[in-house]
């Protein structure tokens, strides 16, 4: 018992330094997320930082009430000085990210922003807009049907597909779309939600039952 108390002891500083480095870290990715690119030369960077401005409580943000059929969605812009501060945090370093000359000689003919890079705006959406905040990733399925050129913008959209009846779990289907319509991300994401949250999606849900005319 003694021995386990020394080495507990022993330990108990660097599992401290851990989850405080956790802690910092995910501070810090948070905000790279959200406004990544504000400092940008020449205003490269991301165009509409709405996503971003929910970290520091900026009410253009406001959490959509959690209902079936309920949506949120941004629009963003990840220019090359974006794309490039995502590679250098990821290690991401591909040349077809972040070498628009190599890019042009590539199959896509042009530097394309990273899947991941994109699937963050649906993290952030997810976790400060729909469901918002609390909400834990639980399992995602994901496509990326086309390329998106660095320096394009794009929307992202969140939509509630389902809440589980028993658990407090929903599912949203996730989208991001250039201005041409064109799909360039989409799946599911299976999302945790506090028990408050869901509890009132449910009688939102409900309710949206009762009150539906009755079929012919």
Do not use: W
């Amino acid at each position: 018992a003694a021995a386990a108390a020394a080495a507990a002891a022993q330990a108990a500083p660097a599992l401290l330094a851990s989850r405080v480095t956790g802690a910092v870290f995910s501070r810090v990715f948070a905000r790279f997320v959200g406004g990544m690119g504000a400092a940008a030369a020449g205003g490269a960077g991301i165009e509409a930082n709405r996503v971003g401005a929910a970290v520091d409580g900026d009410e253009r943000c406001s959490v959509v009430p959690l209902r079936l059929g309920a949506s949120a969605s941004v629009e963003r812009i990840f220019g090359d000085a974006d794309v490039r501060l995502f590679a250098r945090l990821s290690g991401d370093t591909n040349p077809l990210h972040v070498d628009a000359e190599a890019a042009s000689k590539g199959r896509f003919g042009r530097a394309v922003v990273h899947g991941a890079l994109l699937n963050s705006v649906v993290s952030a959406v997810v976790g400060t807009r729909l469901p918002g905040p609390g909400s834990v990733y639980l399992a995602q399925e994901l496509r990326f049907p086309a390329p998106l050129a660095v320096g394009t913008p794009f929307r992202t959209e969140v939509t509630v597909i389902d809440v589980s009846a028993r658990r407090p779990i929903v599912r949203c289907r996730t989208q991001c779309v250039d201005p041409t319509g064109v799909v360039v991300l989409e799946g599911h994401v299976d999302v945790a939600v506090p028990l408050s949250v869901i509890r009132q999606a449910r009688a939102a849900t409900e309710h949206g039952k009762s009150t539906a005319p009755a079929a012919p």
